[in-house]
């Protein structure tokens, strides 16, 4: 039997599911989704972003609603349009089976005339913003007031953004016997105040932990001087060539001046901010989820209601003012069960936020260095050599080859394999030589509080297994400690790739590791280990960290901004990306308040001004750039 058919569900709800290739609920549908068939109450489900709460609220929802009664019967509210969008998409592909059930978006920067003609036809469900919303009910566009089911989605979101007023007003305009369903990342008063003035009884459902962050997620930080944080944030992009990550910044112009600064050095990048006009929103995003982007560098609101699969990283350029903020930025990663990594860039007068974002979130970050240039170009060259492996041969090249062939005739293999990796290295080692180590600077400055290094060389290993092989840092650490029966920080600096990962140990381990790790095989295939040319920075702290560069976390390339890379630019129409004027602010309503006010939809604070544009400064010793693609 299908485990949703043990959930209740009919028969129809099941062939869409089918069809979706959903097998086995998530945690939160499992929980939800009997209370909700079984029972008519309100509820409140406390879950991570991206553990199917749409599926979780949407199935019941579906299975409840009279779709030959065209009366609108359920509201569902959600913070931002591109969610608003998302949500009706997912009930249209849910409810595929059910004749005449229909959906309709509600949200700003669309004809608000045609959203009330949709309506008019016959709406049993509508998925709204609040601010359009809240316009359509004051036009008198919208009859709301005998409603079933009213769901509020991303609740903390909405109210984080500044919809509280709005949310009770609509609340007030419906029934009181209708039921409430109230799901939420996090619950900070403001959601609580909703819950117990909108609500009666709700039974609640929690999982993991209230404002816990999700269990697929591993979170870690690097500890930089402010003036050093752009050049922190390239150094982690060029470390790591194979993630696909959003950047959050605190402001607008920061946003637009970050992604400008990556553009200029060569990086797939694009903003995502307030003052980007809708189309232009809609053209990063598409972008972002086809890949054609590699950074999406973006403020909070504006990010709100990204749903884009397989997100590696997050990085948190800024600390958000904000704890339960960091749980929204780290939920874009690690979704749907996989996992991913939220890194955190800070200086060290920040350290005492990573304390407090740990006790709220329940997880413990993992302090690590940023890379050094060799250890960069090492990584680069792997890349580079396991992506040659990899690449499928297209065979249109063979017209090519006798003229190639020609050209290199001569050369031998050995000579042919260092001009064709020389291509990319010489661009990368002549920058690094003459960039300083930013990690010796924050090892120096964690030394300074009590954490001194200690006696103790460190080596340095390069191994064949990595991301490919299911395996992130924590993973490959714990397998590595249990196949060589080490203890727990006798393994240490473990750095995950794709196709291969490095680790350190104490040197008094060096023979066991070649001897043991060497005769493994994993799945069938052999592991193969070596010493890397690198050590890896030598010697650790009395906390079993070593005090030398570690590589992890970051963005790079892909051929975007890693050996091999291609400028792009997205949005703009100089080669940009997503330019746009940046005037500051930051802080939120949402894109459905721009019909009525015009504005963006990121509300500034009260004691931020609205400034001039920006351009980014180049660096004095720019970094290399990326061929175009002709």
Partial sequence: MNKFEQLGLNESLLLAIKDLGFENPSEVQEKAIPVLLEQNTDLVALAQTGTGKTAAFGFPLIQKIDAENRNTQALILSPTRELCLQITNEIKLYSKYIKGLHTVAVYGGASITEQAREVKRGAQIIVATPGRMQDMINRGLVNIKNIDFC??????????????????????????????????????????????????????????????????????????????????????????????SVVFCRTKRDTQAIAEKLIEDGYNAA????????????????????????MLVATDVAARGIDVDNVTHVVNYQLPDEIETYNHRSGRTGRAGKL?????????????????????????FEEKTIPNGIEICEIQLLHLANKIKDTEVDH??????????????????????????????????????????????????????GRAPQEGDAVRYFINIGSRDNFD????????????????????????????????????????????????????????????????????????RNSGGERRGGFGGERRGGFGGE??????????????????????RSSDRSERRGGSDDRAPRNERRSGGTTPRRSDSPAPRRPRRS
Wanted: hydrophobic share 30%; net charge negative; aromatic share 8%.
């Fill in 396 to 449: 249109e090249i063979d017209n090519y080859l006798p003229a190639i062939n020609e050209v290199l005739d001569g050369l031998s293999k050995e000579e042919l394999i260092k001009k064709m990796v020389s291509v990319e290295f010489n661009r990368f080692i002549s920058y690094y030589k003459k960039k300083r180590d930013l990690s010796s600077q924050s090892s120096g400055e964690r030394s300074s509080e």
């Fill in 340 to 364: 991913g990594t939220s890194i955190v860039i800070v200086t060290k007068s920040e350290l005492r936020k990573i304390h407090s974002i740990e006790r709220i979130i329940k997880q413990k």
């Fill in 567 to 588: 400028r792009k630019s997205f949005g703009g129409d100089r080669d940009r990306g997503s330019r746009s004027e940046s005037r500051g602010g930051f802080g939120g």
């Fill in 473 to 544: 840092w924590m993973s490959l650490k714990d397998y590595l400690k249990e196949t060589l029966e080490l203890g727990r920080d006798d393994v240490f600096k473990v750095d995950v790739k794709e196709g291969f990962s490095f680790f350190n140990t104490d040197a008094e381990h060096s023979d066991k590791v070649m001897e043991i790790l060497n005769n493994v095989q994993l799945e069938g295939r052999r592991i193969n280990v070596e010493i890397s040319k690198n050590d890896g920075g030598g010697r650790r702290d009395h906390n079993g």
């Fill in 271 to 294: 903003a995502l901010h307030g003052d980007l006009s809708q189309a232009q929103r809609d053209g990063v995003m598409k972008s972002f989820r086809g890949r054609q982007i590699q």
């Fill in 151 to 244: 769901i509020l989605d991303e609740a903390d979101e909405m109210l984080n953004m500044g919809f509280y007023d709005d949310i009770c007003s609509i609340l007030s305009d419906t029934p009181e016997e209708k039921n409430t369903w109230l799901f939420s990342a996090t619950m900070p008063a403001e959601v609580a105040r909703i819950g117990k003035q909108f609500m009666s009884n709700p039974q609640e459902i929690t999982v993991g932990h209230k404002n816990s962050g999700s269990a697929t997620v591993s979170h870690e930080f690097y500890i930089v001087n402010a003036r050093d944080r752009y050049e922190a944030l390239k150094r982690l992009a060029d470390a790591n060539p194979d993630i696909f």
